[in-house]
């Protein structure tokens, strides 16, 4: 199972990140997968590809901490590529307190010793807009890099772990378990 926990988002913002994924589609017609309206979250931790018989377990270690999780609030996002040298992903970074960090740090922490192997990279609340398949020219970037967008605040009161699978029609979704905050 391919599994990852995320915040959901509303249909308004949804419907808005769609509309600037057309734009940036227009202007970068080929070499980017862009991400189906329905699909779009905020990513708070990637786990990968594990066994069916560890979902109890990551129910388990999110319930223990989850009392250290409260509302989220984004106060500003950008439009950017990561990582900037060589972008794999389009997406709408997000500023988050530091709250937020320290949890996914307790959350990682947790993880690793049920012996998931995670990405070492710092986390950085974001929403994939796009995943670049050939690399992207400079006018490209520096497009996606001034594009501007009018979103003040992002408010979640939920997490949920989510299921992807690959399918002749594209990534599908699946609800696995909510979690409220």
């Known amino acids: 199972m391919r599994l990852f926990y995320a915040f959901p988002i509303d249909d308004a913002l ?38 069916g018989n560890i979902l109890s377990d990551l129910d388990e270690v999110f319930l223990e901490l989850l009392p250290d999780l409260s509302r989220q609030t984004f106060k500003d996002a950008n439009l950017s590529v990561y990582p900037l040298a060589e972008p794999k992903l389009i997406w709408l ?11 996914v740090k307790k959350l990682r922490f947790k993880l690793k010793e049920l012996g998931i192997e995670l990405e070492k990279r710092e986390f950085k609340a974001h929403i994939t807009l796009g995943r670049v398949k050939v690399p992207l020219m400079k006018p490209h ?3 996606i890099m001034n594009c501007e967008t009018e979103i003040l605040n992002i408010t979640v ?12 029609h594209g990534v599908k979704y699946r609800e696995l378990k909510q979690y409220n905050i």
Not at 16 to 43: C, M, R
Not at 93 to 103: R, T, V
Not at 160 to 168: A, D, N, R
């Open 93 to 103: 970074e997000l500023e988050h307190d530091k709250s937020l960090a320290k949890f």
């Open 157 to 168: 009161d939920e997490v949920i772990l989510y299921e992807s699978t690959f399918g002749k």
């Open 141 to 143: 970037i520096n497009t």
């Open 14 to 51: 949804r419907q808005y990140l769609s509309e600037k994924i057309a734009y940036l589609a227009d202007y970068i017609p080929f070499g980017v997968t862009w991400v189906k309206q329905e699909n779009l979250h905020i990513t708070l931790q990637f786990l990968g590809n594990l066994p």
